[in-house]
């Protein structure tokens, strides 16, 4: 018996515009979409699940957050940045051992990626 997968759920207000941030500006692709209520994004082995408000979860758009783990925070910022996202800072060496940086969707959830600190 084993785990074989988990991905956030983010409450989002117009799954189709979502989508298109997800896929244009974070390269991400669709693995699934159910009318225009849910849908899986994927990138990598990073799943996640969007789900128009008012459908199966009961939080307000733009209360997600998620930290995702990379092998290079500094290679996805430039990636999603030449993309037209717009984080809300360059990637930064914390005193955790992490390089990170913040990204927000159209509804404001948020979206960390890190790496560790190359030494």
Do not use: W
């Not at 994004?41 to 199966?56: A, K, M, P, T």
């Not at 307000?60 to 925070?73: H, I, K, Q, S």
């Amino acid at each position: 018996m084993k785990l074989t997968a988990a991905a956030a759920v983010f409450p989002v207000a117009d799954l189709r515009a979502s989508l298109r941030f997800f896929i244009d500006k974070l390269g991400f692709h669709e693995e699934f979409s159910y009318e225009d209520v849910y849908a899986g994004i994927e990138r990598d082995h990073c799943l996640v699940h969007l789900s128009r408000q008012g459908n199966l979860n009961t939080s307000e758009p733009g209360t997600a957050t998620l930290y995702v783990f990379c092998d290079d925070a500094r290679a996805i910022y430039d990636d999603i940045v030449a993309r037209g996202a717009k984080p809300d800072g360059p990637p930064t060496d914390y005193p955790y051992g992490m390089c990170d940086f913040v990204v927000r969707d159209i509804d404001g959830n948020r979206i960390t990626f890190g790496s560790p600190i190359k030494k």
